[in-house]
């Protein structure tokens, strides 16, 4: 049962571009959206989070937007860079469990 | 601030060895958390430890596994008989008093 579901294994987008993360979930009780990006051989960073609360959050070159009522969030970085190649997890926990729930991740190329 | 540290950070075993793993959280942050990461997937929930108190393990922590964080500080996992199943990247991450969880560098086991 993945309750949190990247679609998408793979996204390629030239630099200066904009690079567009989704993610689907399907528990309505989930209150609190991460995202984590993992470069090979390290373990995941923190980049930006969302309450669901909220409908945006942003972070310099990094935004989240969450529809709650379609269960999907996106990430959304502009301008792409090509150190942001690495391979982006989206992740959902709910009150008063403390754990996260990763999607599967999607996999970012920003190509010169 | 140092950031969590895990040793080691590789280790390969043969099947029916047992294993163990530390992981050094950022100090101050009273949850720690264990995951796992296979190929392809994203980070699973172990187990979680709220200061010294394993307050959560999941059902993929079978009796082979134990995790315990005796003074609220470091923890270990440790992984008795090892098998093939259990080859991941195992993951440790800190938090103080809010969602957004810290992780380490992952020990990558191997078990042959």
């Known amino acids: 049962d993945q309750q949190v579901k990247q679609n998408s294994p793979s996204l390629s987008v030239q630099e200066g571009r904009i690079s567009i993360l989704n993610c689907d979930y399907t528990?309505?009780?989930?209150?609190?959206f991460l995202w984590y990006k993992k470069y090979p051989a390290e373990g995941p960073t923190f980049l930006i989070s969302i309450s669901s609360i909220k409908d945006k959050n942003e972070d310099g070159r990094f935004t989240v937007f969450l529809n709650k009522s379609a269960k999907h969030l996106s990430l959304h970085i502009v301008p792409s860079q090509p150190g942001d190649s690495a391979v982006y997890f989206c992740?959902?926990?709910?009150?008063?469990?403390?754990?996260?729930?990763f999607g599967t991740g999607t996999r970012l190329q920003v190509f010169p | 601030d140092t950031g969590v540290s895990q040793n080691p950070r590789h280790k390969i075993t043969k099947r029916g060895q047992n294993v163990t793993f530390r992981c050094d959280p950022i100090s101050e942050h009273n949850r720690l958390y264990w995951y796992r990461q296979t190929l392809g997937q994203g980070p699973e929930f172990l187990t979680y430890?709220?200061?010294?108190?394993?307050?959560?393990k999941s059902r993929l922590l079978s009796d082979r596994f134990s995790a315990e964080r005796p003074k609220g500080s470091f923890s270990t996992l440790e992984i008795q008989r090892t098998e093939q199943g259990d080859s991941a990247m195992y993951l440790c991450a800190s938090v103080r008093d809010s969602y957004e969880q810290y992780f380490g560098p992952g020990t990558r086991l191997t078990v042959t």
């Open positions: 992740a959902a926990s709910q009150y008063n469990t403390d754990k996260l729930i």
């Open positions: 430890f709220q200061n010294e108190a394993q307050l959560e």
């Open positions: 528990n309505s009780m989930f209150d609190y």
